[in-house]
């Protein structure tokens, strides 16, 4: 059974660091990788998603990487702005259309 | 302007009633997907449907139904064999080509 796991579970930071989020999965065998975003009591956004072929994704200030032999993704963001708080959550498809996801890193960045 | 729409934002409910929640998309996607999230748990998925008239159980479907006889539609009935059904509930659609995944604003079912 798959599983996925995000560190830190949190994170605060003042503005303008760049910054790392961790995700872990513990099955290699993926179809893909997302990185969502979610704001108190909304939805999730979609941000990048990988491919199992792909190492890497990038949108403006964040890149997200993969390494499927070692189970891990990075979601690196650059030169953090208070608006950038939110939690974000990677989920991997690892059987078509199930997707598993993390619990996610609740991240602040203060002025 | 696409995307999907989950009304209502906020319910309550009295034990022992069902509730429908409502989820539509315009985005043509032929797949679609309910989920429950709980504090400090991740995401967990409930039912999923990848073409019109059928659908799969997924992970906690104990308790909960789906319709799928349009392709925009997928409402979620939150039946009063759920036990703790108290929780934000998140319908989502995907592109069937990559697999990206697009969420509604969720819907807050509160049991009192």
């Known amino acids: 059974k798959q599983e996925v796991t995000q560190i830190p579970a949190a994170l605060s930071v003042p503005e303008g660091e760049n910054l790392v989020l961790n995700c872990s999965f513990t099955?290699?065998?993926?179809?893909?990788l997302q990185w969502f975003r979610q704001d108190p009591g909304k939805g999730l956004t979609s941000l990048l998603l990988i491919q199992s072929s792909q190492r890497e994704q990038t949108s403006g200030r964040l890149n997200a990487s993969l390494d499927k032999s070692s189970g891990r993704s990075t979601l690196y963001i650059a030169a953090s702005q208070p608006g950038d708080s939110a939690t974000y959550l990677c989920?991997?498809?690892?059987?078509?259309?199930?997707?598993?996801f993390g619990q996610g890193t609740i991240l602040t960045v203060h002025p | 302007d696409g995307g999907i729409t989950q009304s209502p934002k906020y319910l309550f409910r009295k034990e022992g009633q069902n509730v429908t929640l409502s989820c539509e998309q315009n985005l043509n996607h032929d797949a679609m997907y309910w989920y429950r999230q709980d504090p400090g748990q991740g995401l967990r998925l409930i039912y999923y449907?990848?073409?019109?008239?059928?659908?799969q159980k997924g992970d906690i479907a104990e308790g909960y139904s789906v319709s799928r006889e349009k392709k925009e539609s997928f409402p979620l009935t939150v039946t009063s064999a759920q036990k703790n059904p108290t929780a934000f509930y998140l319908c989502?659609?995907?592109?069937?080509?990559?697999?990206?995944?697009?969420f509604g604003e969720g819907s807050r079912l509160t049991v009192l």
């Open positions: 989920a991997v498809e690892s059987s078509y259309g199930k997707l598993t």
């Open positions: 989502a659609s995907s592109i069937t080509s990559t697999g990206e995944l697009f």
């Open positions: 099955d290699s065998a993926i179809y893909n």
């Open positions: 449907s990848q073409i019109v008239n059928d659908f």
